[in-house]
DNA sequence: TTGATATATTCCTGTATAGGAATATTATGT
DNA sequence: ACATAATATTCCTATACAGGAATATATCAA
């Protein structure tokens, strides 16, 4: 049972650059697929592809318009990876306890030379 | 040149499900390898090879303590990610725009019955 | 040294892709 | 119906890698 990973998940599908460049380049407009590989410089079969496995993962939308597909980034998806992300905020700066704890470590080990003894 | 990705990237590491469980569980203490695996139920080869993974990310660090390494989160590692979601934080609730855009699509395409034609 | 405990690594296999090339599909205009 | 423009899909290949099993390495204790 190997690989439990698949583009479907937000996760996945954001884990992937040329997907965020997309998405980048998509964020608050809408762009036919000749309009992003024409600002993107790839190739359209690359551009179709990448949109469809952001499709599946519900980030953008598409939408016909005549014989173009116009697409569009659906942010509030990636809501939920910023919450995820958001539950580790507060241990953002908690390097310095580590520190805090290094140093506690460092003195507890060493012989103690002076420093103010007032036990 | 196929396939870009690489668990390397902080991206592709919390991409895995079960990476990001093992974060949940190590965030804000420090746990062996074997107590990560009596919380996970976990082999003990898979704990370690994830802990690999998210070391070589950056995401933990390691140390050792006696014949155990202790293992803690590097919560600063997810800035990034968070920051690069930041960005589209202000798109979060814009699908009444495009709704906008539906509706105004609709009326331009609509016979226009009644209404106020003040044309 | 021997044994035991803790952890990492190696080998194997199946699978999910990313990218490229070529082709298919769909919609439009005439 | 036909040509064309816009986009999607299919086929191919190389690769990354998750999970399992077995094994290696390291560290301590006696």
Same mark, same amino acid.
């Given at each position: 049972m190997p690989r439990a990973l698949n583009t479907h998940d937000t996760f996945t599908a954001i884990a992937e650059p040329k997907r965020r460049e997309l998405i980048e380049t998509l &964020? #608050?407009?809408? +762009?036919?697929? =000749?309009?992003?590989?024409? &600002?993107?410089? /790839?190739?359209? %079969?690359?551009?179709?592809?990448?949109l469809s496995v952001?499709?599946? *993962? #519900? +980030?953008?939308?598409?939408? !016909?318009e005549g014989r173009q597909r116009v697409y569009t980034v =659906? *942010?509030? !998806?990636?809501? %939920?990876?910023?919450? /995820?992300i958001a539950q580790f905020e507060k241990h953002w700066n908690t390097q310095f306890d580590q520190l805090d704890h290094y140093l506690t470590d460092l003195q507890n080990s060493r012989p103690k030379t002076e420093a103010k003894n007032d036990d």
């Open positions: &964020i #608050g407009r809408e +762009l036919s697929v =000749n309009q992003v590989v024409e &600002i993107t410089q /790839w190739r359209q %079969p690359m551009v179709s592809k990448h952001l499709k599946q *993962a #519900g +980030l953008v939308s598409e939408r !016909k =659906n *942010a509030d !998806k990636l809501k %939920p990876i910023q919450l /995820w």
